[in-house]
């Protein structure tokens, strides 16, 4: 999607530092950290969030992604959150999936 900024983002377009990068998904910190450590595992392809995702090897992929995050980063206790909707507080309409560790403060 032209407009997306994570299609951007995963796309390369702002030289963001990637913290793992596979052909499927790429990782990079939030803009916004929401507690010590606070990344985003972002499928390369859009989706515009879980209920569209039609690819179940995909998913495990990305939790995959979030496990080299965490080995990457020396993360021994972390959490994900995937936000699903506006109700739920999805504000990037591009499926992620984030991994948060110390001093959460919620997403
Ligand atoms: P969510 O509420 O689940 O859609 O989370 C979106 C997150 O994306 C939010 O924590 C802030 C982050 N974010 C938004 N725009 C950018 C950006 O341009 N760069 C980066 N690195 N993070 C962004």
């Given at each position: 999607m032209t407009d997306c900024i994570f299609c951007k983002i995963a796309g390369g377009e702002f030289n963001t530092p990637f913290i793992v990068e596979t052909e499927d998904y790429v990782a990079f910190r939030d803009i916004?950290?929401?507690?010590?450590t606070h990344v985003l595992v972002v499928p390369k392809k859009h989706y515009d969030s879980l209920n569209e995702l039609d690819d179940e090897i995909i998913l495990g992929k990305l939790l995959g992604g979030v496990k080299r995050v965490a080995a990457e980063l020396g993360l021994k206790s972390y959490k994900t959150v995937i936000n699903t909707g506006k109700d739920a507080?999805?504000?990037?309409?591009h499926l992620h999936i984030h991994v948060l560790s110390g001093n959460i403060k919620g997403v």
């Open positions: 916004n950290p929401k507690a010590d507080g999805q504000e990037v309409f």
